[in-house]
């Protein structure tokens, strides 16, 4: 069964599309852009924009900047997990062995072991041997800084 087009006034809602405006392109510079006008402010919303508008002046100069970003989730994904944050602020306190971490966190040597290694290959920790035994550290200061500032973020809730 076909849509019926909406007609050009018909109030939109919030995510709907309804096609290009008339006389309007469906892309600009080969990327699809939504032409959705809402008549007016959904109930209770005032935190989106009335008017569907797009600058391009501001957003083409920020396409470059933002891509090296996506790397960021990565990041962010693994510091998520309590286990691995935990394990990353103790490192930002003091240089820790697996034994030590596996005893400060109440898990096996092995669940250390796999946090640190997915930590590791982030390059969030690094780790050097001492002996029989291997210790572990923050990598760079701008991981301890990072980590830092977001418990100190949460103490000021």
Same mark, same amino acid.
């Given at each position: 069964?076909?849509?019926? *087009?909406?007609?050009?006034?018909?109030?939109?809602?919030?995510?709907?599309?309804?096609? *290009?405006?008339?006389?309007?392109?469906?892309?600009?510079g080969g990327r699809h852009v939504p032409r959705n006008v809402p008549a007016h402010l959904p109930p209770g919303r005032d935190d989106v924009c009335g008017v569907y508008r797009t600058?391009?002046?501001?957003?083409?100069?920020?396409?470059?900047?933002?891509?090296?970003?996506?790397?960021?989730?990565?990041?962010?994904?693994?510091?998520?997990? *309590?286990?691995?944050?935990?394990?990353?602020?103790?490192?930002?306190?003091?240089?820790?062995?697996?034994?030590?971490?596996?005893?400060?966190?109440?898990?096996? *040597?092995?669940?250390?072991?796999?946090?640190?290694?997915?930590?590791?290959?982030?390059?969030?920790?690094?780790?050097?041997?001492?002996?029989?035994?291997?210790?572990?550290?923050?990598?760079?200061?701008?991981?301890?800084?990072?980590?830092?500032?977001?418990?100190?973020?949460?103490?000021?809730?």
């Amino acid at each position: 069964m076909a849509r019926r *087009p909406r007609h050009p006034q018909t109030p939109l809602r919030s995510g709907s599309y309804a096609g *290009p405006a008339p006389g309007r392109a469906a892309s600009a510079g080969g990327r699809h852009v939504p032409r959705n006008v809402p008549a007016h402010l959904p109930p209770g919303r005032d935190d989106v924009c009335g008017v569907y508008r797009t600058d391009p002046a501001k957003i083409e100069p920020l396409r470059d900047k933002i891509a090296p970003a996506a790397g960021v989730a990565e990041t962010f994904a693994a510091l998520a997990d *309590p286990t691995r944050v935990k394990i990353a602020y103790a490192l930002c306190q003091a240089d820790l062995c697996v034994c030590n971490i596996s005893a400060l966190l109440g898990v096996s *040597p092995q669940t250390a072991s796999y946090h640190l290694r997915l930590l590791r290959n982030l390059r969030i920790v690094r780790y050097r041997r001492q002996g029989r035994n291997v210790v572990y550290s923050i990598d760079d200061e701008h991981v301890r800084a990072l980590i830092t500032m977001a418990v100190e973020h949460l103490s000021h809730r």
